[in-house]
Each structure stands twice: as structure tokens, then as C-alpha cells.
């Protein structure tokens, strides 16, 4: 079984940058395709980045590529989410999420392509 815990959402300008951390347990690190996703209230939960296990592999959501960088440091059992140009659009929980594969699928925006899920940050952006 596979621990997930988020913690860095928080409150923010628009325009302003938080950075979202997930650690990660119970399963050897670098074997696992991390991602991470968002549901506002109201709305689907909805895909936002994911990254290979080794790291040479990222995908983004076309909204929030160019703002949001993925990364991960192995060492850490942890995945990062770097959020610059926060827009008010960008509220939501954010959920990151873990596979039991090395590789990110093609099916990687869909919910069921992932195994493991975090309880959730939130991340509020004002106007």
C-alpha cells in the first residue's frame, strides 16, 4: 500500500507562486509515475501533471502549462508541484496521485489510470 501526504497549498495573491509537496511511502520511490490533479468546488476532478520515475517524463494540462513545473526527488520520495502565475481559476484541492508503474501512461489524464491518491491540499487564489 502506498502513502500519499500533500502539504503547500495555502492562500495567494493572483499572480503569486506556491510550491506543492508529496511524500510519499510504502513503495520503492523511483518505481512509481507520480501525478498530480485538481477539483474545484463544483467540478470534475481534473488532471494537472505527471512525471515518470526517473524523472525524464512530464505532462502537462494545457492550462497550466508554462505556470506549473512537476519534479522529484527520489532521494526524498517526493514530488513537487512549482506554481508561478497563480490565477483565480487555479482554486482547488489539489491531489497527488501515484501509479505502481515506473512509466506515466497514455491514459495518464483519467482519474482510473492512477492507483493511489492523496488526501488533498488546498490551494486558494484571491483576485
Known amino acids: 500500500q502506498v502513502q500519499l501526504v500533500e502539504s503547500g497549498g495555502g492562500l495567494v495573491q493572483a499572480g503569486g507562486s506556491l510550491r506543492l509537496s508529496c511524500v510519499a511511502s510504502?513503495?520503492?520511490?523511483?518505481?512509481?509515475?507520480m501525478g498530480w490533479f485538481r477539483q474545484a468546488p463544483g467540478k470534475e476532478r481534473e488532471f494537472v501533471a505527471a512525471?515518470?520515475?526517473?524523472?525524464?517524463?512530464?505532462y502537462y494540462a494545457d492550462s497550466v502549462k508554462g505556470r506549473f513545473t512537476i519534479s522529484r526527488d527520489n532521494a526524498k520520495n517526493t514530488v513537487y508541484l512549482q506554481m508561478n502565475s497563480l490565477k483565480p481559476e487555479d482554486t482547488a484541492v489539489y491531489y497527488c496521485?501515484?501509479?505502481?508503474?515506473?512509466?506515466?501512461?497514455?491514459?495518464?489524464?483519467?482519474?482510473?489510470?492512477?492507483?493511489?491518491w492523496g488526501q488533498g491540499t488546498q490551494v486558494t487564489v484571491s483576485s
Open positions: 496521485a501515484a501509479r505502481r508503474t515506473f512509466y506515466v501512461t497514455t491514459a495518464y489524464p483519467r482519474q482510473e489510470s492512477w492507483d493511489y
Open positions: 510504502g513503495r520503492t520511490f523511483s518505481n512509481t509515475a
Open positions: 512525471i515518470s520515475g526517473s524523472g525524464g517524463n512530464t
